[in-house]
């Protein structure tokens, strides 16, 4: 679980160039981009020492993955540009909305743009967000006392307040359905597999992991471009539910938009 600095990066490149998205956005990516690569090395080199792969090996090769992923990237860019009709609007083909660079633009816009103070100052219209910050600085104080206080309370214990802040933040910008089924998956692994079979789990469980990721990854390639960019249709449910509700049309409002034409106070900062 990484805990980066996205949103701190943001409030404080607002802060320090007001009404200049562009600028933030530099900010944003040294400050975010930065420690997140870091924080994902770092997680690659844990799961490296329980695959028995070498520290200057695993450097290596994500060194040399990183230089050629980045040109692939580059080149897979521009050709998304230039040769999807209708690419990162409702009526792209083949779905390609761009929900994460939609919410990087909307970031932009709101810390950029419009800036924090004015959405977050005084007299803004979300300022009582900003006491988020005390509140998610305060919630670990009293689980510490608790699990001091009964050392022996596995459910306490357990309680990890960064954790439950942040795993909402991996759903965004999909819905749940994108990450629920990963949960079952995951409990039968952690927890059932590793307190029966630990010996199994010891020596299978990450490179495992590793293989589904893989597969995935592989699998979605050959039925992109195998199934899905000539047009060949599989209709079952399997491939018919993302058509349906919200997931076929996005940005679908989950309550009407007030009379007044928007959301907040009606007094102070529109």
């Not at 006491?131 to 596995?154: C, E, Q, S, T």
């Not at 490179?207 to 195998?226: E, K």
């Not at 349906?244 to 989950?254: C, E, M, W």
Request: net charge positive.
């Amino acid at each position: 679980m990484q805990v980066t600095l996205n949103v701190l990066a943001e409030f404080c490149g607002g802060l320090l160039f007001p009404g200049n998205a562009l600028g933030m956005n530099m900010f944003k990516s040294y400050g975010y981009v930065t420690t997140s690569q870091a924080l994902t090395f770092a997680q690659d080199l844990k799961l490296g020492h329980y695959s028995k792969v070498p520290p200057r090996v695993m450097f290596a090769g994500q060194t040399i993955a990183t230089i050629v992923s980045t040109t692939v990237a580059m080149a897979l860019l521009n050709w998304q540009v230039t040769g999807i009709k209708g690419v990162c609007t409702p009526e792209a083909v083949a779905k390609f909305y761009c929900p994460g660079t939609a919410t990087f633009f909307t970031a932009s816009v709101i810390w950029g743009t419009l800036g924090p103070s004015r959405m977050y100052g005084p007299n803004g219209p979300y300022y009582v967000l900003i006491y988020g910050f005390l509140v998610g600085a305060f919630l670990p104080i009293p689980v510490y006392f608790l699990a001091k206080r009964w050392p022996d309370n596995k459910f306490i214990r357990s309680i990890h307040i960064p954790i439950l802040l942040s795993g909402g933040l991996n759903w965004a910008p999909l819905n749940l359905s994108h990450a629920w089924p990963a949960v079952p998956v995951a409990y039968f692994f952690q927890v059932y597999v590793r307190k029966h079979y630990l010996a199994w789990w010891q020596k299978y469980n990450y490179i495992l992991s590793t293989a589904f990721d893989c597969g995935v990854a592989i699998a979605a390639v050959v039925t992109f471009f195998a199934l899905q960019w000539p047009g060949v249709v599989i209709s079952w449910w399997g491939t018919n539910i993302v058509s349906v509700g919200a997931d076929a049309y996005p940005g679908t409002a989950l309550l009407d938009l007030p009379e007044g034409g928007y959301w907040g106070p009606s007094s102070g900062w529109h």
